[in-house]
Structures are given as C-alpha cells and as structure tokens.
C-alpha cells in the first residue's frame, strides 16, 4: 500500500501530461487555421501533422452539392528545413457530410511555399524557432478549432 502511495502522485502527473503535446497555431486568418502538431525535427526531414480548418467549406468542384464541401485538411508531412520545402506522405479531407477521402503516396514531392502562404507558415511552424517558439499551444486541437470557427462565425 504505500508503495501505491508513492507511485500515485507520479501516475496522476503522468496521466495530466498524456495527450498535452505543443501545437503550433501557424496561421489563423479569415479563410484558415493552420496548426501544426507531432512535429519531429530530425535529420534529413522533419515530420508533423499539419491541420487545415477551413472556416467556410470549400467545394471538390464547381456542382458539388454542400454535403462534399471540405471543412477540414490534415497532412501528414516531411519537410525540408534547409530546401525550405515540404510535400505531404497523407492527405485527409474531411467534407461537412462527414465522408472523409484519403490520398496516400509512397514519396512525397517536396515543394518550397509561396512567401506569405499559408503554406509558408507550415513551414516556419516546423523549421524556424524565431517562429515556432512564439506560437505554441498545449490546447486540444479541437478545442483551437471550435473558438477559431466561433470567431469566423461572428463575422
């Protein structure tokens, strides 16, 4: 029992800390939250998630009915901090019907962001600290989402 004692306050930090990893809010404006999550930063590529929000859905193409509009992009990436390029392994669209599509490729093909893009800010949110290391959450990610969609519903 007092083993059991000991081992509880260490448990219980433990547990408090489980699922509280940094997310990095890349970019939030009036079309998209970016964040960025698991990020890896290893030679030669660094890994992370990158999340897309998008705050009003975008449609597949010009007659897709509102259930297949997408809501939500998430990719699994590499990136390339001395290229300053990155490309995505997975890709996850999420439509607000709920279907989900997923695209996987074997090699991604790496591609340097247009200055200013989102993109641009996935990128930085990965392999810059100047910019990494002022933009870090240890919120849940769907708690991020809901306030950035409240606040794109206010406007």
Not at 94 to 123: C, D, F, I, K, Y
Request: glycine residues 8%; neutral net charge.
């Amino acid at each position: 029992m007092r083993l059991a004692r000991l081992l509880l306050p260490g448990l219980v930090a433990a547990l408090a800390l489980g699922g509280c990893s940094e997310r990095i809010i890349a970019s939030a404006n009036d079309e998209v939250l970016v964040v960025v999550e698991d990020v890896r930063r290893q030679a030669p590529l660094a890994t992370a998630t990158v999340h897309y929000v998008i705050a009003r859905p975008q449609p597949l193409s010009d007659d897709a009915p509102a259930a297949e509009r997408v809501m939500r992009m998430r990719y699994e990436a590499e990136f390339d901090c001395s290229g300053l390029a990155w490309g995505e392994r997975v890709q996850e669209l999420t439509m607000v019907g709920g279907q989900v599509l997923t695209n996987q490729t074997p090699e991604p093909v790496l591609r340097r962001p247009s200055s200013g893009s989102v993109g641009e800010s996935a990128l930085k949110a990965v392999c810059d600290p100047d910019f990494y290391g002022t933009r870090g959450s240890r919120r849940p990610l769907r708690s991020i989402e809901k306030d950035y969609l409240e606040r794109m519903g206010d406007r």
